[in-house]
C-alpha cells in the first residue's frame, strides 16, 4: 500500500535527457502547458488550433489540408496512417532496418493486410535497390511503409529516392518521421510523401503523448475510396477531420483534446518557426559534429557510416569488455544525465545518445563528453 501524506506532491529529480526521447523542453514550452485551460470548442482554441496547422504545414513543409496532430504517442500517429490507408487483402511493403520497422508490419499485419518485407541490418538505412526489386517482383503491392530516422539504430534512409521508387510502382507511401521531424531534412511536398507521422517528443522538444500527421491528395483518395470501415473508431480519419475542420466544415465534438498538451505544441512550432527550419537542421548537424570529434578522440566509434548519420541520435560503440549498463547508471547517478541503451540485436552493444530540439546544444555536448568521459576511466 502507498502512504501518501498530505503534501507529497511528485517532484521529479532535474535530468538532462540526451536518450533516444523524449527530450529537454524549452521553459517556455513547459510554461505554455500551465496556462488556464479553456474549452476545446472556445473559439480562442480554435484560433490556436487554425494556427497549429499552418505552423505543422511549416515544419512538414506541406501544404496539405489533411495536416494535424494526432491526441496520442507516436506510436498512435503510426496507427493513424496504417488504419486508414491498409484495407483487409491489401499487399503492403515494410522495409525493417530497425525496431520500428517491425512495428510497422505488425500494424499490417493487425489490418489483416499481408506484409511484404525488405529487410536491411541495423545501422544502415533502408536500400533503394532491394526495394524497386521487390516491388517487381510484387506488382500487387499498394503501399511502401519504411522510417526516415530509425531511432533504435541511428541510421537515415533517403525519403526521396524510396518514395520514388514506390510511386513508379504505382505505390503510396508511409513514412515514419518520429525521430527526423524537425532535426533532419524532410520535405514531404517537394519528395512527395503521400502519408507521414511523428512524435512530440524527440526533435520538437515537446511534451510526449501527440503525434503530428500529414496526408496528401492521394492518400486522402484512397481514404475516401475504402471499401471497409476503418477499424478504430478513434484513428478514423473520417471523423477527426470534422474536429479538425479539415473537411472544411464546422468543427465538431469529436473526443476531447489534450488542450494544455496542444498549447505546448503550438509554442515548441512557434519556437521552431522563429529559429527558421534549417536553422534547425544545421544546427542539429553542428553539434552532432562536436560531439563526433569528441567521442572519437575518447577512442569510440559510432554505428552508423558517416553519409548515413542521424545527427540527432548518435549510436555509439560499446568498448570491449564494459559493462554498458553500469556506466549509463553512473551518468545519471554521478551526473543526473540520461542516455539511452541499444534495443534488440543491439542490445549491449551500443549506447544511444540524443542531440534532440532544446537538448541539441553546446552545453549538452561537452556535459556528455565530460561524463562519459570520468565514468569510464
Ligand atoms: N517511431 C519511431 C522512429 C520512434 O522513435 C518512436 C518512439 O521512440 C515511435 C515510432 C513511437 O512513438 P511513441 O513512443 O511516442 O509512441
Redesign the pocket.
Known sequence: MVNLMSGDSFHPPVRTLMG??PSDMNPRVLAAMGRPIIGHLDPAFVGMMDQMKVLLQYAFQTENELTLPVSA????G?ETCFVNLVEPGDKVVVCINGV?GQ?MKENVERCGATPVVVEDDWGQPVDAQKLDSTLAAHPDARLVAF?H???STGACSDVKTLTQVAHAHDCLVIV?S??GLGGSELRVDDWGVDAIYS?T?KCLSCT?GL?PVSFGPRAVERIQSRKHKVQSWFLDLNLIMGYWGSGGGKRAYHHTAPINALYALHEALVLLHEEGLENAWARHRHHHEALKAGLEAMGLALLVEEPHRLPQLNAVKVPEGVDEAAVRTRLLQRYGLEIGAGLGPLAGRIWRIGLMGFACNAKNVRLCLHALESVLT
Open positions: 533516444p526521447g504517442p507516436g506510436s498512435a503510426m520500428f512495428r522510417v530516422a530509425e531511432t515514419d518520429v525521430t512524435g517528443q510526449p503525434s
